[in-house]
């Protein structure tokens, strides 16, 4: 059974940092090919938020362009996402997100809020 455990969300003052990390467990078959990272605000639809493929290229949002990084530790089945200058409009539900050709894996999200 694949399980993706987020942890690392929490409460920030607007320009602060976090780290979210996403522990991945279980095999997939055919492998995992791209890593993302989603977030969610209230009343707003689920955004991709970064990416990072197996090779390692990244892509991110326009809106965190610069202060997000995406990173990947295939050694330790990790994802992980550093949030830097963060911006109360940053505030919402982070989902970590895997995926390959055939199946895509969900975790249950983790909590980032940012205060002014």
């Known amino acids: 059974q694949v399980q993706l455990v987020e942890s690392g969300g929490g ?3 607007a320009g602060g ?5 996403c522990v991945v467990s279980g095999r997939i078959q055919g492998g995992v090919e791209t890593m993302n990272w989603y977030r969610q605000a209230p009343e707003k639809q689920r ?6 493929e197996s090779g390692g290229r990244t892509n991110y949002a326009d809106s965190v362009k610069g202060r997000f990084a995406i990173s990947r530790d295939n050694t330790k089945n990790t994802v ?3 949030m830097n200058n963060l911006r109360p409009e940053d505030a919402a539900v982070y ?3 895997i995926r390959n050709s ?3 894996f ?3 999200g983790t909590q980032v809020t940012v205060s002014s």
């Open 80 to 82: 992980s996402l550093q």
């Open 17 to 21: 940092s976090l780290r979210l990390s």
């Open 95 to 97: 989902f970590c997100n």
């Open 11 to 13: 409460l920030v003052q």
């Open 47 to 52: 955004e991709l938020v970064a990416t990072i």
């Open 106 to 108: 969900w975790g249950q």
């Open 102 to 104: 055939w199946r895509e």
